[in-house]
């Protein structure tokens, strides 16, 4: 069975031959990740050198900064300050067949893996970071109106962005959206649910009608919208944090029904340093949430300095999802 193959009967519940793996080498990979190239005729406008970080002017022209300790950052500066300006407010050419190019030789080149190509995040992403995140969870509230009328251009966006990722080849594509705190969503479930999950809908359905599945990364409590992303046939959710929601929750919500992948937990769990611990919490998720002839898939978390994870710690959880997962 090839990892293409393998991930296909896992995320459609018709029973791989193990579950499929996204850990670092020498462990398995079953993917071949990638995403569009940059806009050939853009150009950043401005970079800093700032203390004990970084920032910078993405495509967007939203600014970031982030610190010398993690990969991750925030946008400080978002580019569209002015709801007047969003008529006029030109949005990055992700539709440009150019930027697919490259992505679609990769996934020449790695025939026998499961294809996943990057969007530029989903709705909420790209409307919060355009406005920052303060700003927009109050237009949520005070300006309904003009937000509706971006996350419609916003749809529309990545609607282009998935025909070009069919032309590309992909199987499914992931984006990130964080929804949650430690605690609860960043919007009530009512809204969530009156004002986003039309676009989920709309967007989840528009890629398997060209034949793509959805995969959605999200940090920080999201159990009140799990049974949504379900609903509109979102194929994985992707949870750094699954003890949030809860194992056997999970199981219960949304097993054979929708995918679960995560590495053990980053911030219960595997910074515990406890490899008895580990070990159980990758075997528990393997047996509770993968026995639906399918549902489960091992992963990994990139960053364990920005989390005061030892490196060696993660290895003991590649290493049991491996011997509990068939691997």
Same mark, same amino acid.
């Not at 031959?17 to 993917?31: C, T, V, Y």
């Not at 920032?55 to 982030?66: K, S």
């Not at 929708?258 to 919490?281: F, H």
């Not at 920005?306 to 290493?319: D, H, L």
């Given at each position: ?79 569209? $300050? ?76 990545? $609607? ?168």
């Amino acid at each position: 069975m090839t990892s293409r193959e393998r991930v296909i009967r896992c995320i459609r519940f018709t029973g791989p031959d193990r579950i499929p793996m996204g850990l670092p080498a020498p462990f398995p990979n079953d993917f071949c990740r990638t995403g569009p190239d940059k806009d050939p005729d853009w150009k950043p406008i401005r970079t800093w050198e700032v203390e004990d970080g970084a920032q910078w002017e993405d495509e967007w022209h939203n600014v970031w900064r982030r610190f010398s300790n993690t990969s991750r950052g925030e946008v400080i500066e978002g580019a569209l $300050k002015d709801w007047g300006d969003l008529d006029s407010y030109a949005f990055p050419r992700f539709d440009l067949p150019s930027r697919y190019e490259r992505p679609k030789q990769e996934f020449r080149e790695n025939p026998d893996r499961y294809h996943i190509g990057g969007l530029p995040g989903f709705p909420f992403a790209i409307m919060r970071y355009l406005r920052r995140v303060e700003t927009f969870l109050a237009d949520v509230l005070l300006y309904p109106d003009e937000a509706m009328k971006l996350q419609r251009r916003v749809v529309d966006m990545l $609607k282009s962005c998935l025909d070009q990722w069919a032309k590309a080849g992909a199987d499914g594509v992931m984006f990130a959206e964080d929804w949650g705190t430690q605690e609860r969503l960043l919007v009530s479930p009512a809204l969530w649910e009156r004002m986003f999950r039309p676009g989920f809908e709309e967007i989840v359905g528009y890629a398997r009608s060209v034949g793509i599945a959805v995969w959605m990364h999200s940090c920080g409590y999201i159990k009140d919208i799990i049974p949504h992303l379900r609903d509109v046939g979102m194929a994985v959710v992707q949870l750094d944090q699954p003890t949030l929601s809860g194992i056997d929750w999970l199981r219960e919500t949304v097993g054979g029904r929708m995918t679960v992948w995560a590495p053990v937990d980053i911030q219960k769990i595997l910074p515990t340093g406890d490899r008895e611990l580990i070990r159980a919490s990758a075997k528990e998720m393997i047996e509770k949430l993968g026995s639906f002839s399918g549902g489960f898939i091992a992963g990994h978390y990139g960053d364990t300095r920005a989390i005061a994870v030892e490196s060696e710690w993660q290895q003991w959880a590649s290493e049991a999802f491996v011997e509990f997962g068939g691997g």
